[in-house]
């Protein structure tokens, strides 16, 4: 990167509550109102995909520590399209408990100076309350989410839409536009042909909501293959405050961290990008220690000027940046990422 345009950058540390400068897309950069270019750098808080509780109300306490002990300027949220509408098994009020709880983390993470990348993690093959979980796919009750969750939280700054976590195995064109599927069973059980809604479509629903939201968009290959980004493959948004391309950075890639780094090369000066989710601890990996992966992973991050936020801020949901939930940091992961948060 130049130099110049580097120096120019400004780690957005948790700001006054009430004080969230609003963030769009200009060129490769996510900027400010007045053009100054912003890094973002925060921590995963999952738990709201998998219960409608988080975790016995652990959520709050997370979010809390994320900004105020990690200093994160950024959170983000995994949440599932089935228990925004009561369709959990363990739901019986339409989702009402849900949303309200949604709503107090939003509130917690903006209210103490940072942003909130609501992302939606988990959806259904277009069946509500059928195999809610990881999907290759958003589907058509995906859509239903983001018209409701868009309205609701439109235009307010500090709240960012991720428009669908992980896609992977399917193509391009049906990453963009949209296709039929066909899904594996879970568990064993029978595969599921469903259509597929492509990401063009997911944002121009949100856009139709009339939220102009920063927007964060994951390629294929759960989110780590950028090609296509490079291929005409960009999303369209002429009305909107951009899409920031994201990448997920996990050993199990295959990767080393010099081809990771020659990937970020080809595509950080044509699209802006934040890699949303990261991390290794307690194995080791590719013959490297774990520790010395996150750390070189981390100078990288720094030194290319790239927003991040790492996986996860919870203690069973790995790769793990906390070890209970006194929040002790993890000493090959954590530990590393909570004093890198924040330096400049």
């Not at 849900?98 to 993690?121: C, F, P, Q, S």
């Not at 801020?313 to 990422?337: E, R």
């Amino acid at each position: 990167m130049n130099l110049l345009i580097a120096a120019t950058f400004t780690l957005m540390s948790p700001l006054t509550p009430g004080k969230l400068a609003p963030l769009h897309v200009e060129g490769v950069h996510v900027v400010r109102s007045d053009g100054s270019p912003v890094l973002l750098r925060g921590v995963n808080a999952a738990s709201l995909e998998w219960t409608s509780d988080g975790e016995n109300g652990h959520i709050l306490e997370t979010v809390r520590r994320a900004v105020g002990d990690w200093h994160a300027n950024i959170v983000r949220v995994p949440l599932s399209q089935d228990r925004w509408f009561g369709q959990g098994k363990e739901q019986d009020d339409g989702g009402s408990a849900y949303r309200e709880l949604v709503g107090k983390v939003v509130k917690t993470i903006n209210g103490a100076g940072a942003y909130a990348l609501m992302d939606l993690h988990w959806s259904d093959e277009g069946i509500w309350g059928n195999a809610i979980g990881q999907h290759l796919m958003p589907d058509k009750n995906s859509l239903t989410f983001w018209r409701d969750f868009a309205r609701l939280y439109r235009n307010q700054s500090g709240v960012l839409f991720d428009l669908y976590n992980e896609p992977h195995d399917v193509s391009w064109e049906v990453w963009q536009h949209g296709g039929q599927v066909t899904e594996r069973g879970q568990r064993g059980g029978p595969s599921r042909t469903y259509q597929a809604i492509g990401m063009q479509q997911m944002l121009d629903t949100v856009r139709s909501s009339g939220a102009n939201n920063l927007v964060v968009a994951g390629g294929l290959d759960w989110a780590y293959d950028l090609s296509g980004f490079l291929a005409g493959r960009q999303l369209s948004d002429p009305g909107g405050n951009g899409v920031i391309y994201a990448n997920h950075w996990y050993p199990f890639k295959g990767d080393t961290l010099d081809q990771w780094l020659a990937k970020i090369r080809k595509v950080e000066h044509k699209i802006p990008i934040i890699v949303s989710e990261f991390g290794a601890e307690g194995r080791a990996t590719r013959g490297q220690d774990p520790k010395q992966w996150v750390a070189r992973t981390l100078d990288i991050l720094r030194d290319h000027r790239l927003s991040w936020i790492a996986w996860d801020l919870h203690p069973a949901a790995g790769p793990k940046l906390i070890s209970d939930w006194n929040y002790t940091p993890t000493p090959t992961f954590g530990a590393l990422v909570k004093e890198a948060i924040s330096r400049p």
